[in-house]
T-cell receptor, first 114, second 119 residues
């Protein structure tokens, strides 16, 4: 089992470009969570998705950010018109169900906006 | 709203010694889950230990144990026989269960404690 796979590991974008971050959950996991980690901070919840559905997007900025988890393929976190403040590490986690045992995290994508 | 506070930004310990990392949280919930995650320089988030609030017995995983004080809303992590590989950021996290069963899906993290184990 390859674990939660995130790519790319590092992503550099110029201000105004779009960033697309991918997350492939563990095999058999249908729940995906995205978190953002700013420098010197803990992880902050952004969005919780189940296949083809957004369950909770209470932590997602209202503009420029969107997430999807299609029936086939990885979950995608999309940031349009990136700004310097979007520079952070973005982590994806997955679980089999609404479990309470803690999630399996990927290694994150570090986004740098220049 | 729930909050998690880790009051020690950095700590260091000699190899083979014991160190305790502090965590306090604020919630009005009676049932919830608490976690310690380790983040080494590789950036991978690794689950270290987990505690259910309705269990009075403190969780233990090999060299890692917790001191869970529900009334004080305290959840400290003790690392015994520290090893160089324990050098990492350690994050305390809170999870509120869903009223419909299972988790609500949202982990709330503290800002972390940077632990350095010195040879």
């Amino acid at each position: 089992n390859a674990g939660v796979m995130q790519n790319p590991r590092h992503l550099v974008r110029r201000r105004g470009q779009e960033a697309r971050l991918r997350c492939s959950p563990m095999k058999g996991h249908s729940h995906v969570y995205w978190y953002r980690q700013l420098p010197e901070e803990g992880l902050k919840f952004m969005v919780y998705l189940q296949k083809e559905n957004i369950i909770d997007e209470s932590g997602m900025p209202k503009e420029r950010f969107s997430a999807e988890f299609p029936k086939e393929g990885p979950s995608i976190l999309r940031i349009q018109q990136v700004v310097r403040g979007d520079s952070a590490a973005y982590f994806c986690a997955s679980s089999r169900d609404r479990e309470v045992y803690g999630y399996t995290f990927g290694s994150g994508t570090r986004l740098t906006v220049v | 709203a729930q909050t998690v506070t880790q009051s020690q930004p950095e700590m260091s310990v000699q190899e083979a010694e014991t160190v305790t990392l502090s965590c306090t949280y604020d919630t009005s919930e009676n049932n919830y889950y608490l976690f310690w995650y380790k983040q080494p320089p590789s950036r991978q988030m690794i689950l270290v230990i987990r505690q259910e609030a309705y269990k009075q017995q403190n969780a233990t995983e090999n060299r890692f144990s917790v001191n869970f004080q529900k009334a004080a809303k305290s959840f400290s992590l003790k690392i015994s026989d520290s090893q160089l590989g324990d050098t990492a950021m350690y994050f305390c996290a809170f999870m509120k269960p869903s009223y419909y069963g299972g988790s609500q899906g949202n982990l709330i993290f503290g800002k972390g404690t940077k632990l350095s184990v010195k040879p």
